[in-house]
């Protein structure tokens, strides 16, 4: 209908059908394409198909239109917004949806904003999405007078693409153009694939996909303004929008003679005049000197590109973002790609050391994570050290400055923040030096339990119990973590008679020269962990105990010196130098979806622990051989 009206001259509908995809059971989706662009004929079909667009048919993709039947009007999400009512399961259902298809977008293209259309039979909405939000019209009833409709596909057709929300900063690199080619050829310069140092080369190697759209990003501002050119992102952190949507690339410079490969990540920060800039941030740590991070290249708001929507809806939760870019010169690799326990905790050490050196100017992290700290390779020392990144969140930390912006922001990455910050129940506090301390001992904990063997058995339980547990406001019973913290000690699994089982990590089968049939439990890591929580629980013991005595302080003759960063950091030197830690003793992540939610029953007795809950098993159903027909039975050879 839309194809043969007319309105949208220069773009042709398209419906798309795709086996599995969100929502295809109970919407059909289609888009709009410009007639020179749109897809090959294989994938315009009626029926559901195996087949999937590949982002380089996605990329001119535009205006995406999503259809429901006229029953199902009475969960229209918008018309629940609208009159701020709550929505219910169907109308959740049919607004992610509708933002899935807008994320489509967002992902495969550079965008500020996109419009889409969403039909409840013959009543239609027009919606405008960003980054920070959706505005969206009243109901256009197209059976009695569809003008506004039409007029908006007049006026789509003939806006401009940055009128449309296209990111003009970002060149589309052809393939088979000269940049196109001279990726192509960075790519195998200098090809080295044993050598650490050709880390960075491989990783851009694979994002050059052939079913990839390729561009030219512009990062700075001013005289320090540079091109990169970057193939596939090496991760994209695809949240719910409004969200920030984070991507991370290995780029080209264009114009480095060198043809050094950096890394770029291209963000919708969150818009706050007392919160630094990442870039701002890191320039100070570069100027003084601070080791273990990353050095800036340069970086910069994009063309002045702020959202609109959080000034055109009152609700407080839409907040102002802007896109904002870095270039750093570390190409770094994963926390989970360690080699061996040491190693890891060789990296920890790194990070704690940047830590403590940024506090001396001084500039708190605020968000110490797993995803935050990194292998970056060493050319004078000939090994992997760790990098402390991601200072989005980082703040001056005097006593006139303890957040940096909403006070919110100070939490981090709620999987490994500190116990203290957690308790909603008491607001968030002001940050304190030895919360990114606890959270280092977080991360130490996550990666061991994934990655060394242990007397662990149920390790999605512990997972889900330890770092993503959802009711953190009952500190005193709601939370396993805080428990732990609260005895200083991580118990694992209560026997019948006696006191609970610890965590204890397993030397690898063959340590010692000779197989072993039981695991032997003396790994060194289990006395840096059990010396972390000592400390930790003795930190808790002389502040507000928030579980029980919020109103009282600090009991007198207690030592607040116990958990600091020159007691971490002498602990990691002793680990490190002791004769007894094993190689190779890494192992196949024991639970690959760690995120899974694992239905966990709390008594008034006691918490259930990890290990007392039920693995559970997939039964494998045995399917009886059958006897094929006469007509198609095989011949024997």
Known sequence: MLNRCGHCHGFQFIPIHEKGAVGSKDCVWAAAWPNKDAPLKKFVTLRPTELRLDPVHRYPMDLP????????????????IRLELELDSDAARKLAQVLEQAQNLFRYQHRKFCYAIVFFGCHARILRIDHSGTTFSTYINCSRDATHLINFLRNFSHASPADRGIDLTAEYVPHDS????????????????????????????????EDWPWFKLPVGEGASRREFLVGRPLYERLGALPDTLSRGYVALDVDDPDQRLIFLKDMWRLRYDEQLREGDTVARLNAAGVPYVPTLVCHGVVDDQVTLSDRLISDKSNESREHYRIAIREVAKSLSKFSDSKELLSALKCCVIAHSRALEIPILHRDISVGNILLVWNNELEKWDGMLTDWELATDFSDECKHNGKPALSVGTRAFAAV????????????????????????????????????LQNVAAFLQRYFYEDNYQDLQRGSYRARCVREGKIPITQPKKGPPTELRFALPSGAGGRSMRRPRYTHPLNDVVQQLFEWLHARYEVLPEMWRYPKHGIPEGSDSETFTTQRMLDLFDAALQDPRWPVEDKCEDRCPNHKTNVRIMRTAVRMVLPDDVPILRVKVRERPEMELPAAKRRRRA
Request: glycine share 4%; proline share 7%; hydrophobic share 35%.
């Open 65 to 80: 239109i999503i259809c429901y039947s006229l029953d199902d009007a009475q969960h229209d999400p918008f018309n629940d």
């Open 178 to 209: 000269p940049l196109g080619k001279k990726m192509q050829l960075r790519a195998q310069l200098n090809k080295d694939s044993d050598n650490p140092a050709d880390y960075p080369r491989k990783l851009f190697e694979r994002s050059l996909k």
């Open 420 to 455: 203290r910050l957690l308790d909603e129940a008491h607001g968030p506090p002001d940050r304190q030096a030895e919360d990114d301390l606890e959270s280092f001992l977080h991360v130490l904990i996550f990666m061991g339990v994934s990655y060394i063997n242990s007397n």
